[in-house]
């Protein structure tokens, strides 16, 4: 019965993951001339899909982490945001299906019929297919979820499923997920003696976007733009030291003084690939520093010394702050 713990853990990563971005973007209808019906229909469903139904998602996860527990209707989010429950879908103009159940799970529908069909978020994962820039993110997603079915699964059979499409049978899964970058269902292989699975996507190229043994994820870091905004949370750093030298003729003991100081509020903004504060050292007399990205992987995003920030998988890219040396 030790696997019924891990989909808790689980569960929690992923409303994290799913909440990181509270979104506003309540995209109004408005008034415009749109007489092509095709773009008009383009055009609600984008409203729909991204403007409402994840809005929503949103709001459900917001809820879930003030009460611990879903709402009980759509009219609950009033709590979080009045706006969300005057939400309906711009080509029927009626109020988005809802349903909760006692095992924590919540699905969020359009209330259109046939088509087109809006589709649907079932445990904040989108029915539709994710942007490329949402790709590895969206098949992590899925693996995990997955996961969690795997370990309902155990839970109710002592064993884990033959395949993936056992736990589409029992309910546990709308869907065999596919990761969104190939359109390949996600890979499942079990070993019944061990009580022992594996689930990978089957991205044929390396690296592909991790697997998860036993509950236990083994992802990549994304990539995707995060070596820029890493970049640029070290220069932020950097010149943060440079002000807290200029003022106080040494740098800092800890990185958490520049913040006490008032030099830089945001010293404890992390990494965004591995979401872990940087990794910060200075020599005891406080005349020299480093400060390194905390990405365990190679080549990883580099590092700060002494004002010189090299960047990890271009090392020609080097930014220099000097401190500023005040006479005594
Ligand atoms: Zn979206
Ligand atoms: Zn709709
Ligand atoms: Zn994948
Ligand atoms: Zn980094």
């Not at 005057?86 to 019929?113: A, G, K, M, V």
């Not at 820039?133 to 969690?148: G, L, R, V």
């Not at 003991?253 to 903004?269: F, H, M, N, R």
């Amino acid at each position: 019965m030790k696997y019924i713990a891990r989909p808790v853990f689980l569960i929690s990563a992923l409303l994290f993951i799913s909440c990181g971005t509270p979104s506003d973007g309540l995209l109004d209808p408005g008034t415009d001339s749109l007489n092509d019906s095709h773009t008009r229909g383009v055009r609600d469903a984008e409203i729909c899909r991204h403007g409402n139904m994840e809005a929503l998602s949103d709001g459900v996860c917001q809820f879930y982490g003030k009460y611990n527990q879903y709402p009980g209707s759509l009219d609950d989010l009033a709590a979080i945001n009045p706006r969300l429950c005057s939400l309906t879908c711009p080509t029927c103009s009626l109020q988005y299906e809802y349903e909760t159940d006692i095992n924590d799970n919540f699905l969020i529908r359009c209330p259109l019929p046939e088509d087109p069909d809006h589709g649907f978020i079932d445990n904040g994962l989108p029915s539709w297919p994710p942007d490329p820039s949402n790709w590895q993110q969206a098949c992590q997603n899925y693996m995990m979820h997955t996961a969690s079915a795997c370990a309902m699964y155990y839970g109710k059979y002592n064993e884990y499923p033959e395949d993936l499409q056992d736990l589409v049978d029992e309910g546990y899964l709308p869907v065999v997920y596919q990761c969104p970058a190939c359109n390949i269902p996600l890979h499942y292989t079990r070993d019944t003696l061990e009580a022992s699975y594996t689930i990978h996507c089957p991205l044929p190229s390396d690296p592909t976007h991790g697997y998860i043994i036993d509950g236990i994820a083994f992802f990549p870091p994304d990539t995707t733009g995060s070596e820029e905004a890493c970049r640029s949370n070290m220069i932020c750093l950097a010149t943060a030291m440079a002000m807290y030298y200029g003022k106080y003729n040494e740098y800092p003991e800890e990185l958490e003084d520049l913040g006490t100081s008032g030099i830089y509020e945001y010293w404890y903004t992390p990494c965004p690939a591995c979401g872990r504060m940087y990794n910060y050292w200075t020599d005891a007399e406080g005349q020299t520093y480093a400060i390194y990205c905390p990405l365990p992987w190679d080549p990883g995003h580099g590092s700060v010394y002494d004002g010189m920030i090299s960047a990890g998988s271009d090392r020609a890219a080097v930014v220099t702050i000097p401190p500023v040396r005040s006479i005594p």
